[in-house]
């Protein structure tokens, strides 16, 4: 599985982007997805998790209410959609996908995109 993460860039504190995960190479079929975030300095964390089938999500504490994670299967593609960015949201942000449930740990992925940048100016 190929993972293509898009749609970053820079947007004033407040604002809303649409990250894009698109699979190629095989389907997501029974995969859980997960958005991870690695800022300046810090370790790669979790944001968000999508179930196959999308009935279960699984967010971060702090983009809970702000962000969020839905998938397209027909298009075999997963996004993130984050409003009221702040300052703090700046990051690299990663796509992962694991057969089986998203998990919140990132050692537990198999496939990664190359990550998309996200710059919120304050």
């Known amino acids: 599985v190929q993972l293509q993460a898009s749609g970053g860039g820079l947007v004033q504190a407040g604002g809303s982007l649409r990250l894009s995960c698109a699979a190629s190479?095989?389907?997501?079929?029974?995969?859980?997805v997960g958005w991870f975030r690695q800022g300046p300095g810090e370790e790669r964390e979790f944001v968000a998790g999508?179930?196959?089938?999308?009935?279960?999500?699984y967010y971060a504490d702090s983009v809970k209410g702000r962000f969020t994670i839905s998938r397209d299967n027909a298009k075999n593609t997963v996004y993130l959609q984050m409003n009221i960015l702040k300052p703090e949201d700046t990051a690299v942000y990663y796509c992962?996908?694991?057969?089986?449930?998203?998990?919140?740990?990132?050692?537990?992925?198999?496939?990664w995109g190359q990550g998309t940048l996200v710059t919120v100016s304050s």
């Open positions: 992962a996908a694991r057969f089986g449930i998203a998990t919140i740990h990132r050692y537990e992925y198999t496939y």
């Open positions: 190479g095989r389907t997501l079929r029974g995969y859980g």
């Open positions: 999508i179930s196959w089938g999308g009935g279960s999500t």
